[in-house]
């Protein structure tokens, strides 16, 4: 029987979250080994999958970009090839982009205890492989990339049989053609008011047909403070923009769950100001939450307002009653013509990429575990993984899980010692693993681990806490186990 392969340290993933913790690895720990598993044929992830008209970041770009590493441009909400290429180019940078092994799917994971390894079965184009590593790290994100949500839409066939098209954003089609088309894009967030105003130049006209409003905001296209400072060297520009703008992010957030009243005043106040004349506020722009109960939308340089008050794009908050062989029946008795619908409606979750993990024996069962300060799960050993802020950039807790695990891997070297795990304390009060009200957190929650009502298992959601918890907090705190 061939040995398997071994790793002293695996990563499940090659998006921006992989990389970047590969790169953090090759500088805290030069001499360990390391591979990154992609189940796809390219790097990048999100940035890499997703190909429909005006895909940008929703966050800005001097928190979005890695910490240890500029973003070179002055540009606060960037497309996504200008990030894929930033993913790519860092990858290079750091002899990272020699350590991805693309189509390799990771299947199962199984930790043995008595000789402190994972084993990893994968499926590398049909072929099934295994490979042994000490630690494992899963930088999936927390989305599924083989599906998304996709409610069922009654009179579809009809709509189709007319020769009507019916598009998902996760799947866009290369050679879809809607010069001169009327479009109805189903859905309210970040996804749908990204493209909006990119596809009404070309199209007929584009409806945004929402069931609920989001919140949304207009945010200039380049940072003011990165331009400003442009002439000073980027190791010194970086870090200021970048402080700057985690102190907006952190602090905003705050004052909107203090202070829900005077933030939502604040929020309809910049947003009526850029309504085309007599397009009503409370009817498409003000949801039945505060703000911040879910995830903020922005629109760099008002694109989605412009394209508004152009009358290029419009918006239509109802429900669909049916679709018919020329569009959508509302529930009020509008039709909207249509020749193409994109469906807008959202992403479905998949923990850990769907890996299927045992642990001596033993399958786990998220349900039944919580997350150590958002990064590593209960009665899981030498097992970590990345998912970022819902109220920032995803990239700052990235950022922080990497210094983690490189202190982490330390203190284990320093101490002798070849396995560690959080063990839950009984007396810990459980709550969902994330707070957001929106639809793709909620249809999930049943099935993802919990967090706690204190800390360490405690989610905060606020960099400055996890700054401190997870970069400068004591390794030794009681509740990791080492053996």
Request: aromatic content about 10%; some cysteine; overall charge negative.
């Amino acid at each position: 029987m061939t040995t398997p392969e071994h790793v002293d340290v695996l990563i499940v993933g090659a998006g921006l979250s992989g990389i970047g913790a590969a790169c953090q690895l090759k500088t805290g720990h030069p001499d360990r080994t390391v591979a990154l598993l992609e189940a796809r044929e390219a790097s990048g992830g999100t940035w890499d999958l997703f190909r429909y008209p005006g895909i940008r970041s929703d966050s800005d770009m001097f928190t979005f970009g890695y910490k240890w590493r500029p973003w070179p441009s002055d540009t606060a909400l960037a497309d996504g090839d200008l990030i894929l290429d930033y993913v790519r180019t860092v990858a290079e940078e750091y002899g990272v982009d020699k350590l991805i092994r693309y189509r390799y799917r990771v299947t199962a994971a199984s930790w043995d205890s008595d000789t402190a390894r994972w084993t990893v079965t994968i499926d590398h184009d049909g072929a099934e492989l295994t490979m042994t590593a000490g630690f494992l790290w899963g930088a999936t994100g927390y989305y599924d990339y083989e599906t998304g949500h996709a409610p069922v839409f009654p009179g579809r066939e009809d709509f189709e049989a007319a020769g009507g098209q019916v598009v998902y954003p996760q799947f866009w089609p290369e050679d879809l053609d809607y010069a001169g088309k009327n479009v109805v894009v189903i859905g309210s967030g970040a996804t749908a008011v990204t493209l909006v105003p990119s596809m009404a130049p070309t199209a007929a006209k584009v409806t945004m047909l929402q069931r609920t409003p989001t919140y949304i905001l207009p945010q200039p296209g380049t940072d003011t403070w990165a331009t400003a400072l442009r002439r000073l060297p980027e190791a010194i520009r970086y870090p200021i923009v970048r402080t700057k703008n985690i102190a907006r992010l952190v602090g905003s957030y705050q004052l909107a769950r203090r202070f829900p009243g005077p933030m939502k005043k604040m929020v309809r106040n910049l947003t009526e100001r850029q309504l085309p004349e007599g397009m009503s506020y409370d009817e498409h722009f003000q949801p039945p939450y505060n703000v911040w109960d879910q995830r903020l939308c922005v629109v760099p340089n008002s694109d989605l307002f412009r394209a508004l008050r152009a009358g290029s794009a419009d918006i239509v908050t109802d429900t669909i009653d049916t679709f018919t062989p020329t569009g959508i029946r509302l529930a009020s008795g509008r039709e909207l013509e249509a020749d193409i619908v994109v469906s807008a409606t959202g992403l479905k979750l998949k923990l850990f990429g769907g890996i299927a993990v045992t642990v001596d024996g033993e399958p786990f069962v998220p349900s039944e575990t919580m997350t150590y300060k958002g990064l590593m799960v209960s009665g899981i050993p030498n097992f970590v993984f990345t998912i970022g802020y819902t109220n920032a950039s995803w990239t700052l807790k990235a950022d922080l899980v990497g210094d983690y695990v490189v202190r982490l891997l330390t203190h284990m070297d320093k101490t002798g010692t070849s396995a560690v795990v959080p063990v839950k304390d009984e007396t810990v009060g459980e709550r969902p693993f994330m707070d957001l009200a929106s639809g793709y957190v909620q249809r999930a929650l049943d099935g993802l681990p919990r967090q706690g009502d204190r800390a360490p298992w405690a989610l905060k959601q606020n960099y400055y806490v996890d700054l401190r918890a997870i970069k400068t907090g004591k390794i030794e705190d009681g509740v990791l186990q080492f053996t």
